[in-house]
């Protein structure tokens, strides 16, 4: 059996590692990157939760055990069989990887045959936009500034600023948070703010304490407040930065058929958005859905969510193999 894993992310190490232990037959990763580049790029990405030592033990594995192709991929298809075959004949018509093929004087379109394929996508490099599922106002022009960190950018942040903007409801949001102590937080759409919201509150009380018993002494100080601020159901319509001002400007709506209509402007020294993420792959397929064979995983690099996905990955491999041995 031919097996292709395409990807360049640790999981998709990970993912060859367990072929290689099934003994299928031959594995190929195909990437961009080698398997050690793939290791170099992602190390440092602190949500990572296994000890760099096991992903540099897979690329020693796997320098010695798979095939490793990095031309550009056109598609993935089926040649002999039509949409309409049945699952069990489909297995039977490999995948055929077609991919771009250049010399000094030409290119041309190729392909190589697998039995199964296993495209792995990281979907931490496609957070959605800070408006959600389409830009808000102006995004596009500052998409690029240095003070908005985007997916997993925010976990590379040299110097958090005073006051931060985190948006998003995705799994990164509870690791960043754990990482990260603002001096003034404002969340946008997050689940479980409330759980922030009551840690910077009792912050406050305290400080709201203090100040009362030094007021009392006579001494004369600014009166603390509250450095933690929610908004829940809204959407971010406009952002805008001004030459002559520091911050990030961040308009922020809720209709009315949504709840208690709000339209507000926030000031922001950054902004992080850990919002959904687009779930596409690289990859363009001409394949079923579902289609026997083909695997595609936006997963989470942890080694207990991946061992979940291959334990199924190798359960619906024994089912389909075992139907045309």
């Keep these: 059996m031919k097996v292709l894993v395409t990807g360049s992310t640790l999981e998709s190490l990970y993912f060859c590692s367990k072929f290689i232990d099934l003994e299928v ?11 050690l580049q793939i290791y170099e790029k992602n190390k440092e990405h602190s949500f990572y939760q296994i000890e760099n030592q096991y992903w540099y033990d897979l690329v020693t594995k796997l320098s010695k055990n798979i095939f490793y192709r ?99 409801n995705s799994v990164l949001v509870e690791r960043f948070l754990e990482k990260v102590s603002p001096e003034h937080l404002v969340l946008i759409n997050v689940e479980n703010s409330s759980k922030y919201y009551e840690m910077y509150k009792s912050i406050y009380e305290q400080e709201i304490k203090n100040f009362e018993e030094m007021r009392l002494k006579g001494q004369r100080l600014t009166e603390p407040s509250l450095k933690c601020e929610v908004f829940e159901n809204v959407r971010p ?28 402007t926030v000031a922001l020294d950054q902004i992080f958005v850990l919002s959904d993420f687009e779930k596409t792959s ?7 859905e579902p289609e026997p064979g083909f695997f595609q995983l936006f997963t989470l690099p942890e080694i207990e969510e991946l061992d979940k996905k291959w334990s199924n990955i190798e359960s619906e491999i024994n089912q389909l193999f075992r139907k045309i041995s």
Excluded at 241 to 249: M, T
Excluded at 282 to 288: Q, R, T, V
């Design 70 to 168: 990095s031309e550009p991929i056109s598609r993935i298809q089926k040649t002999y069989l039509d949409s309409s075959d049945l699952l069990e004949q489909r297995i039977q018509d490999t995948f055929k990887i077609v991919y771009q093929k250049s010399d000094e004087k030409n290119t041309i379109e190729t392909f190589e045959n697998y039995d199964l394929v296993l495209d792995v996508n990281n979907i931490f490099e496609r957070p959605n936009f800070i408006g959600g599922a389409a830009p808000c106002i102006q995004e596009e022009k500052f998409f690029n500034d240095d003070r908005i960190f985007r997916g997993i950018e925010a976990f590379n942040v040299e110097k958090l600023e005073k006051k931060i903007g985190v948006i998003g």
């Design 25 to 35: 037959g031959s594995v190929t990763l195909w990437s961009e990157l080698n398997p």
């Design 282 to 288: 690289d990859i363009k397929n001409y394949l079923n």
């Design 237 to 264: 319509t406009n952002i805008d930065i001004l030459e002559d001002k520091e911050q990030i400007f961040l308009t922020i709506e809720r209709p009315n058929f949504l709840g208690d209509e709000l339209l507000q």
